[in-house]
């Protein structure tokens, strides 16, 4: 779906969310490849940002510190930076710790923490 912006045409971000009954754009999705994460790219989710109050990113795992560095330098207002994967044939999304603060604030992306290990049943005894 397009979304209008006045005396300046009609853009087509990814995802789209609607409020039907006021008919307008409520909350704006983009997702990047890899190779589509670049400076053109940023000035666009700044556009983006600014047509609505929610606007998030989706980038593949790996890349949230390349993205976060275009959101700073480019003031994008972003509400949630994810990442995606593939895993067992399913896309899988993680939402990216950045930390307190409101969406366009200068937030450090946390690492993720690792995986907690898995919890180990004790052995049943042999009954003799």
């Known amino acids: 779906m397009g979304v209008n912006i006045p005396g300046d045409g009609t853009v087509y971000p990814d995802v789209?969310?609607?409020n039907i009954r006021e008919g307008h754009a409520q909350k704006i999705g983009e997702v990047e490849a890899a190779g589509s994460i670049n400076e053109?790219?940023?000035?666009q989710w700044r556009r983006y940002s600014n047509l609505v109050r929610s606007f998030y990113l989706y980038v593949?795992?790996?890349?949230?510190?390349e993205a976060f560095?275009?959101?700073?330098?480019?003031?994008?207002?972003?509400?949630?930076?994810r990442t995606y994967r593939i895993e067992n044939s399913e896309v899988v999304f993680e939402k990216v710790d950045v930390g307190p603060g409101p969406p366009y604030?200068?937030?450090e992306i946390r690492p993720r923490p690792p995986p907690e290990p898995p919890i180990?049943?004790?052995?049943?005894?042999?009954?003799d």
Request: charged share 25%; proline share 11%.
């Open 105 to 107: 604030s200068a937030w």
């Open 69 to 81: 560095r275009l959101i700073r330098t480019f003031a994008v207002r972003v509400t949630g930076l």
């Open 16 to 18: 789209v969310v609607v």
């Open 60 to 65: 593949p795992e790996g890349f949230e510190q």
């Open 40 to 43: 053109t790219s940023a000035a």
């Open 120 to 127: 180990q049943r004790p052995e049943p005894e042999p009954d």
